[in-house]
Structures are given as C-alpha cells and as structure tokens.
C-alpha cells in the first residue's frame, strides 16, 4: 500500500563559515563547537570554525507530524542534489523497521508518501504515475461531461414529461433532496443522461442550483 503523506516535511539547517544558520536563529561561534561536540561526543579538537575551503554542510531533518529525525549530515550540495532528483524519481527518506515491520517514507514531486511493503523506487514510481493519470482522466471526463450537460441538445435527450415532473414534486415534497431549500428547483438526473441514465421517476430528483452545481463538479465515471 503507498498512501500520500500529508503531515511530513523535509528540511536542511546550514551552516556558513563560522556560524550555523537556523532558521528564526543563529548560533554563535560557541555554539557551533558545542554543535560539533554533539555530533562527535566530545569536544573537537578542530579550530571552533570549519576552513573556508571545507563544503557547506548541514543536516537534514525529515518532521514527520510532531516528530523530528535526523537523516544525516551531508553538504548543502548533495541534499539540492536530492531535491533536483526527487523531481523525476522517488527518494526512499527513511525507512522504520521493527518486528515484522516496515513503513519507507518517500520524498516524490515535493511531496511525500509512505509504503509497508519495502517497494523499490521503480514500484514507487510507476504507482505514483498512474495514479496521477487516472486523477488526470476522471478530472478531463468531468470537465466534459458538464459541458455535454450545457449543450441544447443534450437537453432534449434528457427531456422530462411534465407527469413525470409533477411526480418527483410530490415525493421529494417541493425540497432540494440534499439540503431542503425551496428556491431555485431543478429537476436532476441521479444518473446523468450523458450516461444512459433514463427520464423515469426513480432516476430524477429535486436539487436546488447550488447542489446541482456541486454535484456537476464532482461527478465521476466508473
Ligand atoms: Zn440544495
């Protein structure tokens, strides 16, 4: 299963020659060797600034809702690198594992997904494709079949007997069946006439303009 990840982000804290940029925050040359002693578990030997020539270093974070882990420290180089890369393929951020248990977080188009069946990139990709095409046609067949429904002739075609009428008034008692307004009434296909729904009592129903409209825009083919 590869789900969309909406609570992860991904950053990378810089520093510059003798200062480490945070952002909201930035440390002092002290802060920097302390930094160090951090990451090596003592205090360095190393003079309290990096020499000039050295790359822009950093690490990155992957927040993950209220939950921050570090992913490494690597040059401000290589993690634009990742971010170039992440725009044509899956990066695999981050994989948790436990007993009988994986979740891999992907970085994909500036967004993130996560997965428990330890797929590779190329799973990942092609899942994420086609999903993106599918999303692409269902918006497409929408977007034409309104467009059918504002043609004329599909009017006709969707033609209601005035009997007919006067029934669904009856059972949907003079009501838009979605929100109970009585103004603006119209009488709607539950099945659209674009798709071989009938003019019959049991396919039509009463929608007031505003629920018509929405109901429009999120139409969907099987
Ligand atoms: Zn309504």
Redesign the pocket.
């Known amino acids: 299963m590869l789900s969309r990840a909406n609570n992860v982000s991904i950053s990378f804290e810089v520093f510059v020659s003798e200062e480490i940029i945070v952002p909201e925050r930035r440390a002092s040359r002290d802060s920097w060797a302390n930094w160090v002693r951090l990451l090596c578990g003592r205090k360095p030997a190393l003079p309290a600034a990096p020499p000039a020539a050295s790359p822009v270093m950093g690490r990155a974070w992957l927040r993950i809702g209220r939950d921050e882990y570090m992913l490494g420290v690597v040059s401000e180089e290589r993690f634009l690198e990742d971010e170039q890369r992440q725009r044509h393929e899956p990066i695999l951020m981050m994989g948790m594992e436990g007993h009988g248990y994986w979740r891999g977080y992907w970085w994909f188009q500036d967004r993130f997904y996560w997965e428990n069946d330890r797929m590779d990139g190329e799973d990942v990709h092609a899942l994420l494709l086609t999903r993106h095409q599918r999303e692409r046609q269902r918006i497409d067949r929408a977007r034409a079949m309104v467009a059918m429904g504002e043609e004329p002739r599909m009017r006709e075609r969707g033609h209601i007997p005035d009997d007919v009428k006067q029934l669904v008034w009856i059972r949907d008692q003079g009501r838009?069946r979605?929100?109970g307004?009585t103004s603006e009434l119209q009488f709607d296909h539950v099945i659209p006439v674009a798709m071989g729904g009938s003019s019959d009592v049991q396919n039509l129903q009463l929608?007031?303009g505003?629920?018509n409209r929405r109901k429009g825009a999120g139409l969907t083919l099987p």
């Open positions: 838009c979605v929100c307004a929608l007031c505003a629920c």
